[in-house]
């Protein structure tokens, strides 16, 4: 995979400049005096300038931080430069303090890239990720989802001095419990370690955007349905086929109504005609009228009906509630029972066979007055479903008269226009002229017409309902392969990592027993921390060890597998924290010993920038020192030649 290499620094500003010396491959080291002269400031420009965000830099902090960076804070046209390259490639990086663009300088060639999403899709991560070989993709968790970014990645690239040495991660300086989740963790790690859990988290993310695609046709599908509800309501909800094929057929009408017309322009009207035409309306209206007869003798029948369905009803919710109340004092009461006096109500031990009274009785045949609460739950229930029956009943009644309500208004409709039509053909016995016949197929034309319209509205909505049932079947085809291809991706991505997590834990273990006493056993677990001794106490002087050595691990780890997209490049900012005394930072910081023998047997390249007080690594390291910042040389010097406070 790539390698990032940072070549040199510079910082300028109007009352401030920084030039850092020519950086190399392997160790950096920059040395300083004491606190305040400028060690962490330089890591903070250089991750400033990949993208981070810095607290201290900005001119109004608002409570967040204790203290700004008042030299940065306070100067005026400042800017950091980042001269780095990468895989051979040579890139200029430029950002202004407290702007939110980066000047990226190549050749010829000048780009502009936003830090932040907000304002752009591709920003400047991507360009830096894509320059690596590092896969972008969305993560996404709950209803949340957001592409990862190198600063994400940064988090186990970049040891800094602020965050807490007992987590592993760099702190991201912004309160977002949804992108320091464990799970956003994970991927960081999982993206870091191996090709195969990219190519997971992208078509993880390709599959979350069929599934919203598929979700949005669904949706967009079901909207146009749920418009469409009134109209389809009011006609016949047929295929795409029979539209055509009515359409076709109401076309065809239509042509024949037209030449009719235009054939009856042409005839002259004759009386013997004009009486026959009379003759069938009049018949017509006879029967129109016995029929709404037959349907009010009817209607009236149904309405009786339905009135001794509701006295049936009534009498039965009596019943019931007589028998609810008959159930709750059953047990309590217990007044009647076949073996009692019917006259003193006293208990009879009554022989079987017997009547109380001494009279031989068979006892499966005679009128049964007593029962138990069991047989008079079954009556309840009876008596209940009779209700629901009659409901039912009630129902099918109403319909019953609602349809006939509606045929004796047809009928009625249809009396009218044979009357007017009756009316008109009256005037025509005068007239050569055809009028009324010519004026019915008009009416018809106008019928068929409308219904024509109404067809090719149809045939309309038809047409865009099939686009919409097109496009959600595409989007759930495009789903079950996305699907498909995450299945198998999950299993490849599984499988390396759990590879990688074993010669992780393996060269864990190594550093973790040369710099600490106290270790028998260290892995990482299933959320890739580290476990010290299955998880005993540690020791404060241990955390920085924990977690320094979990960033050489990674590091040495990606110099024996080109594979891994880990950059090969680490900042280590002062380690000496959380009490860790010089002999064991020492012993620490030894083990990046480990990491220069691997790239001799890997003859690869890497580069790691520590910054540490002065004299506080292995005296081997010495040669390694490119810089030393001491209270009369700090980091950012004065153009006016006033002393910085860095």
Known sequence: MAYLKLLQIHY??????????????????????????????LINLIYYCLGGRVEQFTKDTKGKIAKKHVEIATDEDNSVELYIEINGHKYLL?????HNEIFVSYGDTIEQYNVYRQKSDYIFSDWLMEKLGIEVFEIYQARENWKINFTDLMRLIYYDQTSDPRKIFKDLGTENFLSDSIE??????????????????????EFKRAEVNKELKRNTLEAFLNAIVDISARTDDLNMGFLLEKRQSMQVRLDKLSRAREALRNVVNTPTKTLSELQELKSQLIDNELKIGDLRRNRATLRN?????????????????QLQKIILSHDHLNLFSPDTCPYCLQPVERIEGKCVCGKPISEDDYEQFFYSSEEYLDILKSKQKSVETIDLALNSCTMDIDKLETAIAQLNSGIVKIRNQIREL????????QSTQIKRIDDEILTVRDDLLNIEQQIKLEEKRQVLENDLS??????????IALQKLNLDSIQDINNKTKIFSTIYQGFMKDVYSKCRVAAIDDDYLPVINNGEYLEASAIVSQKLMYYLTILKMSLGDKSMPYPRFLMI????????????????????QDIINAVKEENTNYQIILTTDIGKYPASFKKYVIEQLTVANKLLKSRHNESSDT
């Open 474 to 483: 595409k989007a759930s085809s495009e789903l079950d392969l996305k699907r």
């Open 184 to 205: 956003i963790r994970k991927a960081v790690f999982q993206t870091l370690v191996g090709k195969a859990n990219s190519d997971y988290y992208k078509a993880l993310g």
């Open 94 to 98: 430029r950002r202004f303090i407290n």
């Open 426 to 433: 009256g005037s025509d016995l005068s007239s050569t002229y």
């Open 305 to 321: 009906e339905y009135v001794r369905l509701e006295q049936l009803r009534y009498e039965r919710i009596v019943e019931v509630t």
């Open 12 to 41: 300028s500003g109007k009352h401030y400049e920084y030039t850092s010396p020519v950086l190399s491959n392997g160790l950096n080291i920059i040395e300083g005096e004491t606190n305040g002269v400028g060690k962490s400031t």
């Open 573 to 592: 900012d002062t380690p000496e924290t959380l009490g860790i005394d010089s002999n064991n930072l020492i012993r620490a910081l030894s083990k990046i």
